[in-house]
């Protein structure tokens, strides 16, 4: 049986991209290889990996690395509604530049990589989540140059947890504040609204307002706002929902403001984002 195998899906002019993929119920990607290296993050659910010939299941907080040569297959272990990945593929060109860039401050770098790790710290995850997140949905708001530094910076914090060298955390931002934040990017919470961030704060809302400016600059209503325009631009873009079901889906009940939102974040209308970012897939 012939190999699958899939060429450069990088941003126009880049040798890289940022992109989500949601499995829902039994759904799967068959097995396949790559003209290119990838790592992705298993964000939510658990995922069933199949890497080599090689079976396991990955929880929320998964990091895998692959090789070009490296054949696997996705699928939803169908333990919970859905699976959603983030997958940041790049070319070996853009690999090499990174890793000589780490070499010239560390000295010496593992010979290969491994493909992943669980359970990262949730501190780690959340900074290297965050930076994916910026990447996906705020690329419009940075020049190619700066997309290229924002990428090799993510790409050099997934080497460094590959090599076990996990760099220090800032302790400024206060535990619980990050605790709070990174239990907000799930569904079920944000779609919850301001009232589970408080509760899951453990702090009184005015607090919590207070936290939000000094730490992240920005208020919980607008973090829940980004945090449900993103699931609403991943539904435009693997779902075949209409937009005024996505809306609802997410938690708005007002057009003008769910556009207003979206704008906020994205730059573009959802017209606009899904001609920009729809990938079709024909296997």
Same mark, same amino acid.
């Given at each position: ?57 990955? #929880? !929320? ?24 990945? $983030? ?59 700066? #997309? !290229?530094? @924002? ?17 220090? $955390? ?6 619980? @504040? ?7 990017? @799930? ?17 009184? #809302? ?23 325009? !993103?699931?609403?631009? #991943? ?42 970012? !729809? ?5």
């Amino acid at each position: 049986m012939a190999r699958t195998i899939l060429n450069d899906l990088f941003w126009q002019g880049q040798d890289f991209s940022v992109a989500s993929n949601i499995f829902y119920g039994h759904e799967n990607f068959i097995l396949h290889a790559h003209t290119y290296y990838e790592f992705f993050l298993v964000v939510e659910g658990e995922l069933i990996h199949t890497l080599n010939g090689q079976t396991s299941a990955l #929880q !929320r907080r998964s990091l895998c690395f692959l090789y070009p040569d490296d054949e696997h297959g996705l699928r939803n272990s169908a333990k919970g509604d859905k699976v959603h990945i $983030v997958n940041c593929t790049f070319s070996e060109g853009f690999l090499k530049d990174t890793e000589n860039f780490l070499r010239h401050d560390l000295g010496t770098l593992p010979e290969n990589w491994p493909n992943g790790l669980q359970g990262i710290n949730s501190a780690l995850w959340l900074a290297l989540t965050n930076k994916a997140a910026v990447l996906q949905f705020q690329n419009h708001k940075f020049s190619p140059l700066e #997309q !290229r530094a @924002l990428f090799r910076g993510m790409l050099g914090d997934v080497l460094l947890l590959l090599a076990k060298r996990e760099y220090p $955390v800032l302790t400024e931002i206060p535990g619980w @504040l990050i605790k709070a934040r990174e239990q907000m990017q @799930l569904e079920e919470n944000f779609l919850a609204g301001l009232k589970r961030f408080v509760r899951l704060s453990g702090r009184t #809302q005015e607090h919590l307002t207070r936290s939000l400016r000094k730490y992240y600059n920005e208020t919980p209503t607008a973090y829940i706002n980004q945090l449900r325009v !993103r699931k609403a631009a #991943q539904e435009l873009l693997y779902t075949r929902k209409d937009i005024w079901n996505i809306m609802s889906d997410c938690g708005f009940n007002n057009y003008s403001y769910f556009l207003k939102c979206f704008n906020r974040n994205f730059g573009m209308t959802p017209r606009q984002y899904i001609k920009v970012n !729809r990938r079709v897939f024909t296997l």
